[in-house]
């Protein structure tokens, strides 16, 4: 009976290959967060080719970048650098495998780290990461083989692992886009609920007067707000705003306003030093590029007379003599929180029997159909002046109607806000 010979050396090494790489592949389904991945992906891929070190560079298509995280002391910072520099980018842009027994002979090379660190580069691998359409999401460096240079073997398991490596990224950055998508909904949730609960609850009777409001926010929750705050001495203060930005960082900004606003109002007796109040009290709270666009009168209801500020918010509409004449409340001062120490002036107007005060925010006039054309303010001036001789009600829904026929049910980027006064006698 024939002996049975001994298995080849190859073969032995081979089995073992495969073996490691299906306890890499098992691995690799232990986490779904990134960064811990991608430096799992790197151990194995050292361990098993018995190299010194690597980075794996993961491709920014948006950017044509590729970008990795590496250890900078205790924290982990990223790095990017344009596809076709270097020999990482030289491989995300052709796909072809550099395998290299002497680095610094390249000259795609680049020098600078090693220069840098004092480590010596010697022998490189660079492979594509493939996912399952063949296309290329990154790149593996492998640097320093313990013994000799990268063997035709060593490719062949980081090709093979790559296709394992490749899945388990594309896996965990679903699951990113998951829980950072629950995320986004979760804060547009409490940024709504923020938005809801400042704005009044019902609106005040004004002998002499009608007046209505609406404030429909889109998905993305923006910083829309208005009130109508009554005072001791009988008059009433008209407030609307915009916030820049959207979410809850913009909500939480509306809710600073409505707080400073309440508790300043009452002893104002001065529309600009009050603004110039609440300018400082935004401007101290709210990052540089934050602030509020806004509009503020205080209304006598027995003469009609109205003051306002006006800080950077669209031109309040006045339709005065029937609705014959059309006219806007012009700027008096920049938007709350952009400068410190900004001065502003106090303009007036006067409300007799049939004239109509519109305040709104860009939601109205930005309104965008399918064409990306707006709204705009020819179109508001029009189903305004068509609308003149209806309540206050009846008007704030025609151009709410007017304007939701125009976008046709596309999906706005902005809250609609608007509010009506008109005085009846």
């Known amino acids: 009976m024939p002996t049975r010979k001994p298995p080849a050396r190859s073969n032995k090494s081979q089995i073992k290959r495969l073996e490691s790489l299906i306890n890499a592949s098992k691995i690799l ?28 560079y993961l491709i920014d298509q948006t950017r044509q970048e590729l970008w990795s995280k590496v250890l900078k002391g205790k924290d982990l910072v990223e790095i990017r650098l344009p596809i076709g520099t270097g020999i990482s980018g030289h491989v995300a842009k052709t796909g072809k495998t550099i395998n290299l ?39 593996f460096q492998i640097l320093n083989k313990q013994r000799g240079a990268f063997a035709k073997e060593d490719e062949n398991f980081l090709e093979a692992f790559s296709v ?18 629950e995320k986004i909904e979760r804060e547009l949730e409490i940024a709504g609920a923020i938005q809801r609960k400042l704005l009044p609850k019902e609106l005040p009777k004004l002998s002499g007067y009608e007046i209505d409001a609406v404030a429909r926010p889109t998905r993305l929750v923006g910083g829309d707000y208005y009130d109508l705050i009554p005072l001791k001495n009988g008059n009433i203060a008209l407030v609307i705003a915009d916030v820049s930005g959207k979410g809850v960082p913009a909500a939480l900004l509306v809710s600073t306003l409505h707080a400073s606003l309440h508790a300043y109002i009452e002893a104002a007796s001065d529309l600009s030093l009050l603004a110039a109040r609440l300018n400082g009290v935004v401007h101290e709270n709210t990052e540089a590029e934050r602030y ?11 003469s009609g007379s109205l003051s306002y500020i006006n800080a ?15 006219s806007s409340l012009s700027a008096t001062g ?10 502003f002036e106090t303009g007036t107007v006067t409300l007799k029997p049939s004239d109509v005060l519109v305040l709104y925010t860009d939601g109205v006039t930005e309104a965008m159909n399918r064409a990306f054309e707006e709204y705009g303010e020819s179109r508001f001036q029009q189903v305004m002046i068509r609308a003149k001789n ?7 829904g025609s151009v709410v109607a007017d304007v939701e026929t125009f976008v046709s049910g596309e999906q706005q980027s902005d809250d609609l806000t608007m509010m009506v006064l008109k005085r009846v006698s």
């Not at 394992?164 to 998508?181: P, S």
């Not at 209806?390 to 704030?396: D, E, G, R, T, V």
Request: charged share 20%; with cysteine; hydrophobic share 45%.
């Open 334 to 343: 920049l938007p709350l929180g952009m400068f410190e120490g900004v001065t």
């Open 312 to 326: 950077g918010h669209c031109f309040p509409f006045f339709l005065s003599l029937g609705g014959s004449s059309i």
């Open 292 to 302: 509020i666009t806004l509009f503020m009168g205080i209304l006598e209801p027995q």
């Open 101 to 139: 027994k002497d680095a610094w002979k390249d000259k795609r090379f680049f020098s600078g780290f090693d220069l840098r660190t004092g480590f010596l580069t010697r022998t490189m691998l660079c492979m594509p990461m493939r996912d399952r359409k063949g296309k290329i999401i990154g790149v």
């Open 29 to 56: 389904n232990t986490t779904l967060d990134l960064d811990k991945l991608l430096a799992l992906i790197l151990d194995l891929a050292v361990k098993n080719l018995k190299a010194a070190r690597g980075t794996i």
């Open 164 to 181: 394992h490596a490749a899945l388990a990224i594309e896996n965990a950055r679903l699951h990113q886009d998951i829980v950072e998508k």
């Open 390 to 396: 209806q309540n206050a009600s009846s008007f704030l």
